[in-house]
């Protein structure tokens, strides 16, 4: 049956697509960019129609700032209300009482995309949420959300709510409602104490995301000396320290890092003289420790994004064979890498090249052992491969015996 052609709601603003996206749309990608569409005027944050050239209904969504045209909140013809918001937030929390693992209070609660209400992200520390408006559209929609969350929240024992705004250097955060928490606080990350400073923190406070691959290193680091890189506040470290790591050496150039990582340690009441920290320049720390011949059993090289756009990515690529290079350079032979990028537009093919060409430089030999990404409760839509950000990959490093 053919379909009839879009009836549009009272004022709201009718977009037409000009090129032949109702498929993907269809199957759940939330994004509509600026060079699909005709030109067309609406505010961000406004909720506008998708038709097609016929003028049969595509979508309904946010009108964005940017690239990004419309942030799609439904394909179907239904009313983006209250009632629907609702149920995307219920759906969330709901699967997180599934898949979140026990003796954990810090996790993410709402992805945004992944949960089909784009541009939201709420993540879990303790007693208190930390949510983070990405774009525009967010920032508009922000106070009628938070509205819609805060009981939600109050039923699963969240009874305070931070709210960070903007990029990097242009973050603001705000008490939207309920008591500060205190700077740092504690959480618990299956039965690891962690500790975060939700205010100055960076993303929302941790990277919940990398949940998996701290209780990987606790798995493996029985009795091995473990180098953690770009640390934070110092999660691999703490988890090596439990996993009876003989010694671990914690490096980031932020010296407030450095502290926090500390009191992670002292949290999980582990001995101070197996850990050392270092407030320095990784690729320094790395050049002077090969030139030392410093070498570790296990290390652990998680940067910051090296690719925050697509335009960056292959200055970001060398970026990180250099830096994996300068990793497998210091481990000891046959010992462990674990190597990771968050970054959206560099393809797992694409980071598994950087370690081929990171271990040609080397003169090493890598034997992958495990890759992954964000655990479940940061979901992705299987139509949305720009969702797929985080790969991890543990790795075996052999001397090149050339």
Same mark, same amino acid.
């Given at each position: 049956?053919?379909? &009839? ?19 993907? $749309? ?7 960019? %600026? ?18 050239? &016929? ?30 918001? %609702? ?9 997180? @009482? ?42 508009? @929609? ?5 509205? *819609? ?13 931070? $709210? ?75 988890? +090596? ?18 502290? *926090? ?25 790395? +050049?002077?420790? &090969? +030139? ?30 250099? *830096? ?5 350079? $210091? ?5 462990? *890498? ?8 560099? %393809? ?47 790795? %075996?490093?052999?001397?090149?015996? &050339?």
């Amino acid at each position: 049956m053919p379909r &009839r052609p879009h009836a549009p709601h009272r004022g709201e603003p009718t977009l037409v697509l000009r090129k032949p996206l109702r498929r993907a $749309v269809a199957a759940g990608h939330p994004w509509l960019f %600026r060079d699909a569409l005709q030109p067309f005027e609406a505010a961000p944050g406004e909720l506008v129609t998708v038709v097609d050239a &016929r003028g049969e209904f595509v979508a309904r969504g946010w009108a964005e700032e940017g690239p990004i045209a419309v942030r799609v909140l439904t394909p179907s013809d239904e009313p983006v209300d209250d009632a629907l918001l %609702r149920r995307r937030i219920d759906d969330a929390l709901a699967l997180r @009482q599934q898949v979140v693992p026990p003796d954990t209070d810090a996790y993410r609660l709402l992805h945004g995309e992944g949960d089909r209400l784009p541009g939201f992200v709420c993540d879990r520390y303790g007693a208190v949420a930390s949510v983070q408006l990405d774009g525009a559209a967010a920032r508009r @929609q922000g106070e009628r959300v938070l509205a *819609l969350l805060r009981p939600a929240l109050e039923r699963v024992g969240v009874h305070a709510c931070i $709210v960070r705004e903007g990029r990097r250097g242009e973050r603001t955060t705000t008490l939207a409602w309920g008591e500060a928490p205190p700077s740092p606080m504690r959480v618990r990350e299956c039965g690891m104490a962690l500790a975060v400073d939700l205010f100055a923190g960076q993303k929302t406070g941790l990277f919940l995301d990398h949940r998996q691959a701290r209780a990987r290193v606790r798995s493996l680091a029985q009795g091995l000396r473990v180098l953690d890189l770009y640390a934070y506040v110092g999660g691999f470290s703490a988890a +090596a320290g439990l996993g009876g790591a003989a010694a671990v050496d914690t490096v980031d150039v932020a010296p407030a890092a450095i502290a *926090l990582s500390a009191q992670t340690w002292s949290a999980n009441d582990l001995p101070p003289e197996r850990r050392s920290g270092h407030a320095r320049d990784v690729p320094e720390f790395l +050049a002077e420790a &090969r +030139a030392a011949r410093r070498r570790w059993q296990l290390v652990v090289a998680d940067p910051p994004s090296f690719a925050p756009r697509e335009s960056s990515k292959e200055v970001a690529l060398a970026a990180y064979a250099q *830096l994996f290079a300068a990793s497998m350079g $210091v481990l000891e032979p046959g010992g462990l *890498l674990l190597a990771a990028s968050c970054s959206s537009h560099v %393809r797992m093919s694409d980071f598994e090249a950087t370690l081929v060409a990171a271990a040609s430089k080397a003169r090493r030999v890598v034997q992958v052992l495990e890759r992954w990404g964000a655990p479940a409760d940061h979901p992705r839509l299987l139509a949305f491969p720009e969702g797929d950000y985080l790969k991890v990959v543990l790795a %075996r490093v052999f001397v090149d015996a &050339r």
